[in-house]
């Protein structure tokens, strides 16, 4: 549905975004993750023809950005950072005003899908509230509701959470899952449990390049090299022999003292080999022992941590290279 | 088409949405008010002497015939001459100050809101959002226009002694609306380059004064030539009267239809509008 190769943009001498090429499927929904001024919106505003790239290509079903923007911009719904909305019109007229400039043509064929969008955008109950006036939530509904119309195959939403409070966060969160369904959706953020919750694919990007891409279940496979257990144990067990106990366990590779828990209530971390499951072990021995065993946890790389790893392991390279 | 009419309304809406149509056209018919009130007493203290030359006149043609024959009889004043061409000099001048207004925020509102980024994502050639923008610009200014017929009418109703003609009157008002389109075309244009809508209508007021500079140039060349010698060339002095849209636009006032006129202001206009249409498409590549 999307391809790009080798997209760069220079702004001047400033490089924003460096080759960058990937693939979207049909009905797939792809989270864009990175710090802020990794080049996200760039990428996403050259997709949307606003910006021409430096060098490289894209298209979107088919249609190339340089040859055909026209087609492109037909195809596409886009929900700019920030949401910019004019401030002294009505949701209803608004929206109304964005069908007829996408095209839509016949006063009722507009008004059905406008009340179509407003409907799956729950904003039925504010359609003659002025836009100014509403709550941000309100307002990025309205974004959303503005890149629906026209029923565009690929939806493109950058940032669309940002500056929204938890209970909207999600159930905007729910909006784009639901739109997911049947559409192809880039969306970017640098909030990574949004990517875990919402994208079947992340493309990781940093500086301008593409760092990693993958299914947020495989990043984490990836990354994660072994297992890593979290032991707490509780009773005045020194320290210093529960970690000589752990260490001589066969298949750890690494043993590092926590904070506490809490009063009496020490914490390890154990890292073993891959695919091997060390709890049995542990407690078997912590029991043997007689150390109290408090709890026991495999512990998952989330994605924050991925997400440093990668981006810390890309600046190293970054400096060899340019050194 | 269905977009440029769309943008072509919103934009229209959004002038009487927000108070920038309504100050405008009140400012502009009160200063109109001002002028008109001005040159109209002007015609009336001149009409006043008229009258009382002619009594003279007759009274001394009555006492001796062969001295009234030798002196030529009092001239009445024009009311063209008097009223409608200063009235329509001074509502083109009033241009200058009337029309950044309404343009500032044509462009720099939208780029300074973000707008503009999702505008242009839209199916939306640029060509069209430029011409649906100044078409709405251009509306609001003819009704403005249309507004200030008031005082012709109001003339032409009250009094049998003066009359505007409708022969110059619409001349007037072609011109008024080629030199506020050619003007409006450079405010847009001027609007695409700022954020801020204070500094494009400063810079579109400083651009069209500049225009005005230029004709007042021209026009005071007798003055001027006295101390610069480049001043009594008449080419020199028509080359600036070409070159100003003023120097056209008193064409039109004075009740001149010469294709030359019209022909300067469409260019004007759509070379305004193709700067305008090149600056948005300037931002894909700036770098």
């Known amino acids: ?323 | 088409m269905r977009n440029l009419w769309a943008i072509f309304r919103k934009e229209l809406a959004s002038y009487f949405i927000s108070p920038v149509a309504y100050v405008v056209i009140v400012l502009f018919l009160l200063l109109m008010a001002f002028f008109f009130c001005y040159f109209l007493a002007v015609y009336t203290h001149l009409h006043h002497q008229y009258q009382a030359t002619l009594n003279w006149y007759f009274q001394m043609a009555g006492q001796n015939p062969f001295l009234a024959q030798q002196m030529p009889m009092p001239e009445p004043p024009n009311f063209n001459v008097e009223v409608t061409r200063p009235f329509y000099f001074w509502l083109s001048f009033m241009m200058l100050f009337i029309l950044p207004m309404l343009t500032m925020r044509l462009f720099s509102e939208e780029r300074r809101s973000g707008t503009l980024e999702l505008l242009l994502t839209y199916p939306v050639r640029d060509s069209q959002l430029v011409l649906g923008k100044f078409f709405a610009c251009l509306s609001v200014f003819a009704l403005i226009l249309v507004l200030t017929l008031v005082f012709p009418v109001f003339v032409n109703l009250t009094t049998e002694k003066a009359r505007l003609e409708a022969g110059p009157l619409a001349l007037s008002y072609l011109g008024a609306l080629g030199v506020g389109g050619a003007f409006i075309a450079v405010g847009m244009f001027l609007s695409t380059l700022t954020r801020n809508q204070i500094i494009a209508a400063v810079l579109t007021f400083g651009v069209l004064f500049g225009f005005f500079f230029l004709w007042l140039l021209g026009y005071s060349s007798d003055f001027l030539g006295q101390f610069i010698g480049l001043f009594r060339s008449k080419e020199f002095v028509n080359f600036f009267k070409h070159l100003s849209i003023f120097g056209h636009n008193e064409n039109f006032i004075s009740g001149l239809l010469d294709t030359r006129d019209i022909v300067y202001c469409v260019n004007f206009t759509l070379a305004s509008l193709f700067l305008c249409w090149f600056s948005l498409g300037v931002r894909k590549w700036r770098a």
């Open chain 1, 1 to 323: 549905m999307i391809e790009t190769r080798g997209l760069t943009k220079y702004y001047g001498p400033k490089m924003a975004i460096s080759d960058v090429t990937f693939q979207v499927e049909k009905g797939e929904v792809l989270g864009f993750l990175g710090p802020n001024g990794a080049g996200k919106t760039t990428t996403m505003r050259i997709l949307t023809c606003y910006l021409s790239p430096t060098r490289g290509s894209a298209q979107i079903a088919g249609f190339d950005i340089f040859e055909q923007p026209l087609e492109v911009r037909r195809r596409i719904g886009y929900l700019p950072e920030n949401v910019p909305l004019y401030r002294e019109m009505r949701v209803s007229r608004y929206l109304d005003f964005v069908a007829e400039v996408k095209g839509i043509g016949g006063r009722t064929s507009r008004r059905a899908q406008v009340g179509k969008a407003m409907e799956s955008c729950g904003l039925l109950e504010v359609q003659e509230r002025i836009l100014g006036h509403l709550s941000k939530g309100y307002q990025q509904r309205v974004g959303l509701a503005q890149a629906l119309l026209g029923e565009p195959a690929v939806l493109i939403l950058d940032e669309p959470t940002v500056g929204l409070d938890p209970k909207q966060i999600i159930e905007i969160r729910q909006l784009i899952q639901a739109l997911g369904r049947d559409r192809t959706v880039i969306l970017s953020t640098h909030i990574l449990h949004e990517v875990e919750m919402t994208c079947g694919r992340v493309i990781i990007i940093n500086e301008g390049r593409i760092v990693a891409q993958d299914t947020p279940k495989n990043l984490t496979r990836r990354l994660q090299g072994g297992a890593r257990v979290e032991v707490v144990v509780g009773g005045d067990a020194p320290p210093a022999r529960v970690t000589k106990l752990l260490e001589a366990l066969p298949g750890t590779l690494k043993v590092e003292t926590l904070p506490p828990a809490g009063k009496g209530a020490a914490r390890f971390l154990v890292e073993s080999e891959v695919g091997r499951d060390l709890r049995p072990e542990i407690a078997e021995a912590l029991v043997r022992d007689r150390v109290p065993l408090l709890s026991l946890r495999e512990q998952d790389l989330t994605l924050e941590e991925i997400f440093i790893q990668t981006v810390n392991a890309d600046d190293g390279k970054g400096v060899k290279a340019g050194a």
